[in-house]
């Protein structure tokens, strides 16, 4: 039996199980039952987010309302036909093979041609006892400017039987004319603590045992796209035996072993260059490179000013339990006005290796002078101190 990746075996089927989308769901669900659903849509939001799962589950709410549980049923549902021939299309239309349903990538359908065949196709009633024709646009903002010109008046005025549903990352590249034919919805990134409770359901699931650690991390790397946390999930699975870990997952994507970044970032707590300059190094040598280190060190030194300033209970923060602690025991060695100091260090370093003939030496004086950034600053103020007043020359 073939195997099903996890973003499409645990994809959303109906409106209560979409994930860090509420808001749009419970628009939609208002628009069924009180038979105000428009003639289009335009959903958008960055990959990942749920867009085109919203899109299928909105046309199986409207040709088969009662194959979804607790679903939203629109006043004539009775009139729809039994249950069995529902329960067929919902599965079609799940799977992206309904006849009724015609999903369409804008990146490879994009030309004007393609554009006058769906309106002429857009004219013929459905079929299979189905109540709609529901077209689904994905990256429509693909589209020439010719599709987009030929699908205006139809998208305005379409017949009674025809939806438009428009998916795209870039809603700033589609015309001002179409979006203004549309009801817009824009679809959040979703939080990394929402990503972990599913991701743990979905272990949970497959039977799988996992660190909480490298869950939370599989969360923060997805930067709010739950497609993107599933398929690295999948990776981290098939890359090694379970339990997964924290380890495993940085050798996969060859992040820098964060109990490293926490002895470089002690070491200059401690004024103690030597063991920086010797922890960075063992770091590079493990294939990191220097921007990815510097940003790693302003990450941790960001999570430590958050910690000290506003408390290791912040929302601020996504991150486990077992790490809050260990980055407030760490925190209390800093005092904010130093974080600060050290991220600004790290941001300038950063755009300075970009044009630097020599960016490791550039690195390790950075480092340097974080560790010994007390001193840097009481020097700075005896120079200043010993540099005579400039006098005033009378006119």
Same mark, same amino acid.
């Given at each position: 039996m073939a195997y099903t990746v996890l973003a499409r075996k645990y994809r959303s089927t109906s409106f209560d199980n979409l994930v860090g989308q509420e808001a749009v769901s419970r628009t939609l669900t208002h628009a069924i039952t009180s038979a105000r659903v428009h003639h289009a849509y335009l959903f958008t939001g960055t990959r990942g987010v749920g867009k085109t799962s919203m899109a299928r589950i909105l046309a199986r709410a409207l040709n088969a309302p009662d194959t979804i549980e607790n679903g939203p049923k629109p006043p004539d549902h009775d009139r729809y036909p039994p249950l069995d021939v529902q329960q067929r299309m919902a599965e079609a239309i799940m799977r992206g093979e309904d006849l009724n349903v015609i999903e369409i990538d804008g990146a490879s359908n994009n030309r004007v041609e393609e554009a006058r065949q769906l309106i002429q196709n857009a004219g013929l009633a459905p079929t299979d006892n189905a109540r709609y024709k529901i077209y689904i646009i994905d990256e429509v903002h693909m589209l020439s400017t010719a599709a987009f010109n030929a699908l205006l008046k139809t998208l305005e005025e379409p017949p009674a039987h025809v939806k438009f549903i428009l998916c795209t990352t870039e809603s700033h590249k589609v015309p001002a004319t179409i979006q203004s034919r549309c009801q817009r919805f824009d679809f959040r990134s979703i939080p990394p603590s929402r990503i972990v409770k599913h991701l743990d359901f979905v272990l949970e699931q497959e039977g799988i045992e996992a660190q909480k650690d490298v869950v939370w991390q599989v969360a923060q790397i997805a930067n709010g796209s739950m497609r993107d946390a599933l398929s690295l999930l999948d990776r981290l699975i098939a890359a090694a035996p379970p339990p997964l870990t924290l380890s495993g997952l940085e050798d996969l994507l060859g992040l820098p072993p964060r109990?490293?970044?926490?002895?470089?970032?002690?070491?200059?707590?401690?004024c103690d260059a030597a063991t920086v300059l010797q922890e960075a190094g063992g770091l590079m040598e493990t294939g990191i490179g220097l921007e990815q280190l510097v940003e790693v060190l302003i990450d941790r030194f960001r999570t430590l000013m958050l910690v000290r300033i506003c408390g290791d209970k912040t929302? $601020? #923060? &996504?991150?486990?339990?077992?790490?809050?602690?260990? +980055?407030?025991?760490? !925190?209390?060695?800093?005092?904010?006005?130093?974080?600060?100091?050290?991220?600004?260090?790290?941001?300038?370093?950063?755009?300075?290796?970009?044009?630097?003939?020599?960016?490791?030496? $550039? #690195? &390790?004086?950075?480092?340097?002078?974080?560790?010994? +950034?007390?001193?840097? !600053?009481?020097?700075?103020?005896?120079?200043?101190?010993?540099?005579?007043?400039?006098?005033?020359?009378?006119?």
């Open positions: 109990q490293r970044v926490v002895k470089v970032v002690e070491a200059i707590n401690g929302d $601020l #923060l &996504e991150m486990s339990d077992e790490e809050r602690s260990a +980055a407030a025991e760490q !925190a209390r060695g800093f005092d904010p006005a130093s974080l600060v100091y050290l991220i600004t260090l790290g941001e300038s370093l950063l755009r300075n290796l970009r044009f630097s003939s020599q960016p490791r030496a $550039l #690195l &390790e004086a950075c480092l340097v002078r974080m560790a010994l +950034a007390d001193k840097m !600053a009481s020097v700075d103020a005896v120079l200043q101190d010993a540099t005579p007043a400039k006098k005033k020359v009378s006119p």
